[in-house]
């Protein structure tokens, strides 16, 4: 059945993917950029917020509080849902030992990194809190796919390997975290937009990748170069527990293999 959507950061690399998969499920979109004008006085049917910052939160402090938090509650106040669904990020899970919903979160707010962690959160907890009754929320894990942004862990190292035939990686090849296709995104989605039994979901992979895997496909799939960063910093998340998108909606994501694969042939046709 066809349903009406509103998508706020319809401009963004999320947005972009989840408006064009929305539209082809025949729903009714009304796609958003966050500087667009919103429609006063009328219900918004299924509203999901895609506005925020990745890469550059440490550097524009004031404007991720406000794309997170500020612009995020002046729609709350003013506007009327039937449901609305706010896009978080497993990030906040750094420092836990289990990465599940309802995991105990830790956070420093005289940490500089957790800055993007507290805003999200606040927006998490303002959400849950608006009033509307089908408020919920979903944790993304890093997304894979056509059109993100070279600033952004995996782009820049499949366009360094393209354009240089060599790249450097300033992790150690144990490194490791989640990585999920942006199709898999945009369908869970659309499935916890519309009927989630719960307030909060992870949408991962379920599964780390090393960077030492990801250096290799690098290897194998693009001939390119890869060496690692002596001075090269250890990083590694938990492990995302994603038992609750399974059991509800029987999610079954994509191999890291072959979403890599999929977003260097994208960017393949891009060049």
Do not use: W
């Not at 009754?133 to 894990?141: D, E, M, N, P, W």
């Amino acid at each position: 059945m066809a349903s009406r959507f509103t998508v706020f950061g319809a401009n963004g690399f999320i947005g972009r993917h989840l408006t064009a998969y929305l539209n082809g499920r025949g729903h009714s979109v009304l796609a958003l950029g966050r500087d667009d004008a919103i429609p006063a006085g009328k219900n918004l049917g299924h509203g999901i917020y895609c506005i925020g910052l990745t890469a550059d939160f440490r550097k524009r402090p004031f404007e991720t509080a406000n794309a997170h938090v500020g612009m995020l509650s002046d729609i709350l106040e003013r506007q009327r849902f039937e449901s609305f669904l706010y896009l978080s990020s497993t990030r906040v899970y750094a420092g836990t030992a289990i990465a599940s919903e309802d995991a105990e979160l830790k956070v420093q707010p005289a940490n500089p990194d957790h800055l993007y962690n507290l805003t999200k959160l606040a927006g998490e907890a303002l959400c849950l809190a608006s009033g509307v009754a089908a408020g919920r929320v979903v944790r993304l894990s890093n997304v894979i796919g056509a059109g993100d942004a070279r600033t952004n862990f995996l782009p820049s190292l499949i366009a360094d390997a393209r354009e240089r035939g060599h790249v450097t990686l300033r992790t150690t090849p144990a490194s490791s975290k989640d990585y999920v296709a942006v199709s898999d995104v945009v369908g869970a989605i659309e499935q916890v937009a519309l009927g989630g039994r719960h307030r909060i979901y992870n949408v991962a992979s379920g599964c780390n990748t090393s960077n030492a895997t990801i250096a290799e496909l690098i290897r194998s799939r693009l001939r390119a170069a890869v060496t690692f960063d002596e001075a090269s910093d250890h990083v590694t998340f938990p492990q995302i527990q994603i038992s609750r998108l399974v059991e509800e909606f029987g999610f079954a994501p994509a191999r890291f293999e072959d979403a890599f694969a999929g977003a260097c042939s994208l960017h393949e046709e891009a060049l």
